[in-house]
């Protein structure tokens, strides 16, 4: 089994698991329950940077959310990969190349467009990872 495929099959599992938690998280945990809901206590001043209680308990339940997106982002990232990879396979396997600069220049300019100029850089470090090279 080559590298891709054995990458493709993890990225399959994981992001099942990790859009189910993520679901889960969604559905059940807010940033009015998080506080009562964590294991075994609440989020103390010190944790958080905040000055008192009410402050804490917002900040810890907003970073239970925060925690949840970067879930979903990271496997939305592995499922982008994965799918980059059979493209490249369909154009190496066609006696094609691997890159296809043109392409690369639409992304660019899309989260560019969307996003400024931290855009393009996000979307280089996408385009890193989805070649295969980082
Ligand atoms: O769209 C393609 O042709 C791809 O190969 C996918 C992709 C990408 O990840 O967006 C990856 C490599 C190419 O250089 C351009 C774009």
């Known amino acids: 089994m ?13 992001t099942a698991d990790t859009a189910r938690t993520a679901e889960t998280a969604g559905t059940t945990r807010t940033a009015e329950t998080a506080e009562t809901t964590g294991p075994t206590r609440t989020a103390s001043a010190a944790d958080t940077g905040a000055r008192d209680g009410a402050a804490a308990a ?3 339940g907003a970073r239970e959310r925060i925690d949840a997106l970067d879930a979903r982002i990271i496997a939305l990232v592995r499922e982008r990969m994965a799918v980059s990879a059979r493209v490249q396979q369909a154009r190496l ?17 899309h989260y560019r467009d969307e996003l400024g100029r931290p855009g ?3 979307a280089m470090t996408l385009l890193e990872l989805s070649r295969g090279r980082a």
């Open 2 to 14: 080559s590298t891709l495929d054995t990458a493709r099959t993890a990225d399959t599992a994981r």
């Open 58 to 60: 917002e900040i810890s």
């Open 93 to 109: 396997g066609s006696g094609g190349r691997r890159v296809s600069l043109s392409r690369e220049m639409e992304v660019l300019a």
């Open 120 to 122: 393009t850089a996000l």
